[in-house]
Structure formats: structure tokens, C-alpha cells
């Protein structure tokens, strides 16, 4: 059934009951018991005209072959994490503080945003900001496109934030951002009351630029998750928060729980329930009043995971990687590393910001093929481009399957994946929800003739630049902007390691 309201053919729907009705430009939408909203929708704007890809200003780099990693590092912030304590912050009456924020293009469209809905967010010293919020249920319209980048978590959670607020906010993002799917997150919003306008993009999908126009008061849903995704569970935890009743999310698959213990710490009342077989019942009491906060962000695993493949891979390194995040719903690549002989050990075990916490040291190792548990995916879904590039210099063959959410990440991460390590001389083999790859057994791989296309993707970006460092002739990425998206330092570190 079509959600609530839909885009088709460049037409507006409309459900109501079982019946579709087309809604013409500048017709009045009443949105359950709310009062009558507008339901004007501004012409969305072209993806081409707010894309961000310049090709003529790309900065294409050759990462070459390194001795040994040896040294001290600190990775930024957790992406996921700083997105949130923004977002909340904004939510919290008062003045939340926090420490180690992670500075990446894509927080920073999230602290943009919340300032066009009426929050101040300012920047205090490195890492460190200062949020004053409005309190739940008085974000403000804004009066521009909410640019979002490169951000799927931004745009996704900020979908949920609008949807129960009596506001209107168009999203737009570059050309990356722009083909990916946003009807996951505007089924169970629209069926919460939100309207929706969305582009049409390929195979009859929902993208961007599209507007939200909230519903007040939206109406709370029990939503279970067609897909393993902590985006959609937390666009409809956070459209919640302004919704009267029980919201509730049922959690087939465990993902990312940040939202979870943020909510929490931001003194919501959201319950969490583990039936026998694993399902998460997430149950949130809507009209909540947050509490500000000091929050301290851990350092990100999903950024530490470069440091970790690079010094496995590399003979000779030893690397430490201090104050890394270590939720077990993100830990997997820990795991499966040393599933295939890595050697990370775990120092200094601690909490930070109510998360776990370690430093790592890690060694240089002779890894091994193995084949991935499909189960494990979800608590390392970014961290599969670095894998494959362990699995390319492991000794026999490394089997991932399960993996079809692989293609609607910042790029088509199979096939992109596939396409660049095989340009550098891995042996890999594409399947349609994984890739089977035959590792050399240790030795460098042939490194590439040109540049490998990154498609707007700092994680295969990085990735490909720990490729460089165990190839012969190195390995040339065309294009390292799209790193400062979440790991505006990794050059720098990755420079500073090498001997
Ligand atoms: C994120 C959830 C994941 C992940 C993304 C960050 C989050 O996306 O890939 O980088 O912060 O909730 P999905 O929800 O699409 O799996």
C-alpha cells in the first residue's frame, strides 16, 4: 500500500483510508486530528543543481608502499554517536556540553541543520560544543533546504524530527546522497501522519530533494523493521519523542543501539525488551522532556578500523589506537579479524560517555580466509570495504554473503569494492550479496595502473589508501575529499605512522 502520502509520476498522493487521491499543488492536507496544515509544497529542487560533485576539483592521491606502521594514534569521534548528542541536544532545554565531537563534513550538515530548526550549536574548542536547545516540540520551520551532504544518517534521523513537528523542511544532498533510498524511513513516518514529496529515482525509488511536512500530534505505531537498519529505527524513535502514547520499534535483527542509550541518558522513559530469540522490543513514551547533558564521545570503530586492517596487513607495524568505541553492536570487525588470526589486543578497558571503551594495540599478522557469518553483519555494516581489503592479503579464501544493504551505502560497496581491488590485482569474485576473494597468502598486491573510482565514498576511499600500503606499485585513489566526511585526519595519521 502507498504510504500516507507519496510522489508518483511527478504526482502527489494522498491515503485516505483504503482510498488514493490525487492531491493537487496548493490543496489543504488535514493530517489526523491536527489542525489543517498547508499542504503546499515547494518545487523541489534538481538534484544536479544542489550536487556537490565537482569531478574538475577532485583530489586524486597514489598511496604508495609503507614499512612498518609504528606508533600512537587517537581516531575521532563515533560518527553515529555525534550525530546524536546534537540532535538531542537541540531536543533538551538548556545547555548540553560535549567533548571529543567528531568535526566531519557530515556532522557538521547535522549541526547545521539544528541550527536552521532554531538550536544554537557552536563550536567551543576542538571537539568541544556548546548545544542550546529548544525543547521537544518546538523545533522551528526553516527557511532554506536542509543541505545534508553526503549524510544518510543525517538526513534519515532529521526525517524523524520533523515528522512529528508542525513544520515543513525540504532535504537535499549530493549526488551520492541523492540516489539513495529514502521510502524506508517515509513508510513508517508517513504512517505516523507525516507527508511526504519525494524525487523519483531509479527502480521506482523515493530520494532526495524530498519535503517532510510533520503531522501534530503524529500518531505513535508498533513498527517492525523490514530491514537491519539503525537509521529507520531511529527516525521513528525520534519522530516518537513528540508523539503522544507508545511508540514502539521491534528490532528483528540487533543494530546500533546509540539512540537507545542516548535517549536514555537524555532522561526519556524508552523501555527495551529481548524476547527469547534475540527480537528487540523497543517501546518509547512520547511527549518526553529531555534533560541537557555532557556527553563524551568515544572514538570511532569504524574509523579505527583502517588502522587496524593497515597494521595487520603491513609486516612489522605495531600500532596503538587509543579510546576506541567498543559497543558490542559494532564490534564485529574486531571479531572476524581475529576470526582469521589478527592480533588486537584490548588495553585499558573502561566506559566513556556510557559506552565501552579500549585502547588497541595491534600487530602485524599472518591473517587467514574465512567465511563470514552472514549474523555478524549488521555490528560491522561499514567496516566490510576494509575487511575485503584484509581478505585480499590473507592466505586463502574469504567467503561474505548476506550483504545486499552493501549496495545502498554512499556507493554500491560490492561492486565498487570489486571493481577497485580488482584494478589493484586482487582475485575477487562478485557475487549478488557479497564477494568471494582468494588472498595472496601475505604478498603485496600488483597495486594499480591509474585511479580507482571512489564515487563519492570515503570509506572506499579509505580503504584503497590501506590497499596502497601493502601493494608494489601502489594504489592511486581519484579523489580524497570525500575522507573529510567522517575522518578529516586520516591522512594525516596515516602520514604520521608511516616509517
Ligand atoms: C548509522 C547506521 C548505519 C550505518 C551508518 C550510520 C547510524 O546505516 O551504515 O553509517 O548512525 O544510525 P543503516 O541504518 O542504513 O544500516
Known amino acids: 500500500m502507498l504510504p500516507f502520502a507519496a510522489a508518483k509520476g511527478g504526482k502527489l498522493f494522498i491515503r485516505i483510508g483504503e482510498e488514493l487521491r490525487l492531491l493537487q499543488r496548493g490543496a489543504r492536507l488535514a493530517i489526523g486530528s491536527a489542525r489543517c496544515q498547508s499542504a503546499v509544497f515547494q518545487d523541489l529542487p534538481k538534484a544536479r543543481e544542489v550536487s556537490h560533485a565537482d569531478p574538475s576539483s577532485a583530489t586524486p592521491r597514489r598511496f604508495l608502499p609503507a614499512g612498518p606502521l609504528k606508533g600512537t594514534i587517537r581516531v575521532p569521534g563515533d560518527k553515529s554517536i555525534s550525530h546524536r548528542s546534537i540532535m538531542l541536544g537541540a531536543l533538551a532545554v538548556g545547555e548540553t556540553r560535549v567533548t571529543g565531537l567528531l568535526e566531519g563534513e557530515d556532522v557538521l550538515s547535522t549541526a547545521a541543520a539544528m541550527r536552521a530548526m532554531g538550536a544554537s550549536v557552536e563550536r567551543i574548542g576542538a571537539g568541544e560544543w556548546s548545544v542550546h536547545g529548544v525543547g521537544v516540540g518546538a523545533l522551528l520551520q526553516p527557511h532554506a533546504p536542509l543541505d545534508m551532504g553526503n549524510s544518510g544518517t543525517s538526513t534519515r534521523l532529521l526525517m524523524g524530527l520533523v515528522a512529528s513537528h508542525p513544520i515543513a523542511a525540504t532535504f537535499v544532498g549530493d549526488a551520492s546522497l541523492s540516489k539513495r533510498p529514502m521510502g524506508r524511513v517515509i513508510e513508517p513516518l508517513s504512517r505516523m501522519g507525516a507527508a511526504f514529496e519525494a524525487s523519483e529515482g531509479a527502480n521506482g525509488s523515493q530520494t532526495l530533494p524530498l519535503t517532510v511536512r510533520g503531522a501534530l500530534p503524529a500518531v505513535p505505531i508498533e ?19 513528540n508523539t503522544p502514547g507508545i511508540t514502539t520499534v521491534i528490532e528483528p535483527v540487533p543494530t546500533r543501539d546509540h539512540s537507545e542509550r542516548m535517549l536514555r541518558g537524555f532522561g526519556a522513559d524508552l523501555s527495551v525488551e529481548v524476547e527469547a530469540d534475540g527480537t528487540r522490543v523497543i517501546r518509547l ?32 607495524s605495531e600500532v596503538t589506537i587509543q579510546n576506541v568505541g567498543l559497543n558490542p553492536t559494532r564490534a564485529g570487525i574486531i571479531e572476524v579479524l581475529r576470526q582469521m588470526g589478527g592480533s588486537i589486543e584490548e588495553v585499558n578497558r573502561r566506559e566513556v560517555g556510557g559506552e565501552p571503551v579500549a585502547d588497541l594495540v595491534v600487530r602485524h599478522s599472518a591473517l587467514k580466509g574465512i567465511a563470514v557469518d552472514p549474523a ?9 570495504p576494509a575487511l575485503f581489503v584484509a581478505a585480499a592479503l590473507a592466505e586463502g579464501t574469504t567467503v561474505t554473503a548476506g550483504l545486499e544493504e552493501l549496495r545502498v551505502k554512499e556507493s ?25 576473494i582468494e588472498g595472496t597468502g601475505g604478498d603485496p598486491l600488483p597495486g594499480t595502473a591509474g585511479a580507482i573510482a571512489t564515487h563519492l565514498d570515503h570509506r572506499i576511499a579509505m580503504s584503497m589508501a590501506v590497499a596502497g600500503l601493502a601493494s608494489r606499485a601502489g594504489v592511486e585513489v581519484d579523489d580524497t575529499r570525500p575522507i573529510a566526511t567522517s575522518f578529516p585526519v586520516f591522512e594525516a595519521l596515516l602520514d604520521g605512522l608511516v616509517q
Open 223 to 241: 513498527y517492525r523493521l523490514p530491514v537491519a537498519s539503525a537509521q529507520v529505527k531511529s527516525a521513528v524513535l525520534l519522530a516518537g519523542l
Open 285 to 316: 513514551v512520547g511527549e518526553a522532556e529531555l534533560q541537557p547533558q555532557t556527553i563524551e564521545v568515544p572514538g570511532d570503530p569504524s574509523s579505527a578500523a583502517f588502522f587496524i586492517v593497515a597494521a595487520l596487513v603491513v609486516p612489522g
Open 376 to 384: 555478524i553483519a549488521p555490528s560491522m555494516i561499514d567496516e566490510f
Open 412 to 436: 554500491d560497496r560490492i561492486t565498487v569494492m570489486a571493481t577497485a581491488l580488482t584494478a589493484a590485482g586482487a582475485r575477487v569474485r562478485e557475487t549478488e550479496d557479497g564477494l568471494v
